[in-house]
């Protein structure tokens, strides 16, 4: 059964910092590429950052880069992100992402989602 469980959400104060992760289960983690994402309220859900499946390489939208940091632990299944210089606008639900394309298949599975609030 595959499962991804993201922790490490909550209220933080703007300028503060976070720390999510993200527990995988039920599949060969280190096959998949890793990703957050978020959604706002009345927003569309958005790419934050992206980890390919070694590690080796990283991916993160101009309104990210600098703040925030993807990283991961083959080792444990885990994967992280980093959030620094929390900002208002960063309140959203975040979300784990799996990927995996082989052979025309398609691998995507998504965490529940972890609450990030930030507010003073």
């Known amino acids: 059964q595959v499962q991804l469980v993201e922790s490490g959400g909550g209220l933080v104060q703007p300028g503060g910092s976070l720390r999510l992760s993200c527990a995988a289960s039920?599949?060969?983690?280190?096959?998949?590429?890793m990703s957050w994402y978020r959604q706002a309220p009345g927003k569309e859900r958005e790419l934050v950052a992206r980890i390919t499946s070694a590690g080796g390489s990283t991916h993160y939208p101009d309104s990210i880069k600098g703040r925030f940091t993807i990283s991961r632990d083959n080792a444990k299944n885990t994967v992280y992100l980093q959030m620094n210089s929390l900002k208002p606008e960063d309140t959203a639900v975040y979300y784990c992402?799996?990927?995996?394309?082989?052979?025309?298949?398609?691998?995507?599975?998504w965490g529940q989602g972890d609450q990030v609030t930030v507010s003073s």
């Open positions: 039920g599949f060969t983690f280190s096959d998949f590429a």
């Open positions: 992402n799996a990927l995996r394309i082989i052979h025309g298949r398609v691998y995507d599975y």
